[in-house]
């Protein structure tokens, strides 16, 4: 008995194991049940229900063959409808078009508006209008190689602005 006692004295989590499960069993009572609801059942009677009550659905209900006057109706409703909506559409379409003609009218007038615009500026007279400098690519590596020489040195200059 002794050898009993040392080994679950060796070993806490066998102890922390058995207090669990002893406090599981004792803390557990029986929760009074709400007599606002209704018992619980097994799934297999749940289903036995459900099972009679849709036999008892297809007894009753028992398809009714649809009078052919109701199709004929029906098909001619639904042409009228198709007939509207194409209407509908035929406007819209028309109306779409209409619009179309309107933008592409009003984007050749700003186009042209803006030729004129352009052609009078691009007068070199014009005190707005003044040819800026050009650089061929000669002169553009000169001024990068000039840029190094008389800046600082590469060494010296920090990474961070380098990098972005």
Do not use: C, H
């Not at 207090?19 to 018992?39: A, E, F, R, W, Y």
């Amino acid at each position: 008995m002794g050898d009993f006692i040392d080994f679950f004295l060796k070993n806490p989590f066998l102890i922390i194991v058995l207090i669990g499960i002893l406090t599981s069993m004792l803390g557990k009572k029986k929760q009074p049940q709400d007599p606002n609801t209704p018992p619980k059942k097994k799934w297999q009677e749940v289903m036995q229900e459900l099972q009679g009550e849709m036999q008892q659905g297809n007894q009753q209900q028992r398809p009714v063959p649809a009078p052919v006057r109701k199709v004929e109706q029906q098909a001619a409703q639904a042409a009228e409808v198709i007939d509207e909506t194409t209407n509908e559409a035929n406007k819209r379409i028309a109306e779409l078009r209409r619009l179309q003609q309107k933008y592409d009218q009003e984007r050749l007038y700003q186009k042209a508006k803006a030729d004129q615009l352009t052609s009078t500026i691009a007068d070199n007279n014009s005190p707005v209008y003044r040819k800026g400098p050009s650089f061929g690519k000669k002169q553009l590596i000169d001024g990068i190689i000039m840029s190094e020489v008389l800046g600082p040195p590469r060494a010296k200059r920090s990474l961070q602005r380098s990098r972005r």
